[in-house]
């Protein structure tokens, strides 16, 4: 499935604006286009399908250079790639390297840049909790909308779409929100969680998104055209070598957690 964007963008600092009207034909077959308009300006976007999406999430890790490191190392027979991120304003951050195969080839790229990103993301999540940054944010690692907005900036990425383009075909309409899903919840209405009484903290370790609903919280699967295959770690392909917490790079603004959306310099992806 393709998505062919007819119109015009005019590119502002963190998102992209219509100038003029603009319709997408996601699928061809389709019996009708789609519009697409600019992203709310907010931390936290709600999808009626899809639950909560963390704008600040949307390029955590950098998912575009990761794409761009394997693709180098991949032409350069293998190598070692990093993946970093600050939080707290840079006061410290998480950096994981990488080795890879020498044995990939180009059409291997983006499943092997997949799996690595989830594997990092997975980690640094897990480094959030850890000590002393579980005492300050106790509620912040894998929050439900973290990893799902982590993959969707993956995506974006991969197919080379804006994400104003990823929501208008594939999530549908969002609504700027300023709190975000809840943290804490009866065990009642928490998935994966019997046998448990009482209070519970709501996380989601997974790429896929969570919703509330009647019945408790339910797992989403994502369309059909935003599913992408990884390549696992193997000693052929990719392999997890270290990791580093580090403090104070503060001048580095490439590795603050923003709201900015990635940007392309063409919004035209056709499959």
């Known amino acids: 499935m393709g998505c062919l964007l007819v119109g015009s963008f005019a590119q502002l600092t963190h998102s992209y604006q219509v100038v003029q009207p603009v319709v997408l034909d996601c699928n061809r077959l389709a019996k009708s286009p789609r519009r697409v308009t ?21 390029n955590t ?17 293998g190598g070692v790639i990093t993946i970093q991120q600050g939080v707290r304003e840079n006061v410290t951050g998480y950096t994981a390297a990488y080795r890879l195969s020498g044995r990939l080839r180009k059409a291997d790229v ?73 943290d804490l919840l009866l065990s009642d209405d928490a998935p994966g969680v019997e046998g448990q009484v009482g209070v519970v903290l709501l996380q989601n370790k ?9 019945t408790g919280w339910q797992r989403v699967n994502w369309p059909k055209p935003l599913h992408m295959q990884a390549i696992s770690s193997s000693p052929t392909t990719w392999q997890f070598l270290a990791e580093t917490t580090w403090y104070f790079s503060a001048d580095n603004h490439d ?17």
């Open 255 to 271: 590795l603050h957690l923003q709201t900015a959306l990635p940007q392309h310099p063409r919004d035209v992806f056709i499959q």
């Open 61 to 77: 890790g950098q998912p575009g250079k990761v794409l761009q490191d394997v693709e180098t190392a991949v032409a350069n027979g």
């Open 38 to 58: 600019a992203l709310p300006h907010a931390h936290y976007l709600f999808s009626e399908r899809f639950g909560w999406f963390d704008a600040s999430h949307f």
């Open 110 to 182: 983006v499943p092997v840049a997949l799996g690595i990103y989830l594997d990092w993301s997975m980690r640094f999540e897990a480094w959030e909790a850890g000590l002393p940054r579980g005492l300050v944010a106790p509620f912040t690692p894998f929050a439900v909308e973290d990893l799902p907005s982590q993959y969707l900036g993956f995506v974006a990425h991969a197919k080379k779409i804006s994400l104003e383009t990823l929501f208008a075909c594939y999530i549908g309409s969002v609504s700027a929100l300023d709190e975000g899903p809840p």
């Open 206 to 214: 997974t790429f896929t998104p969570m919703v509330p609903t009647q």
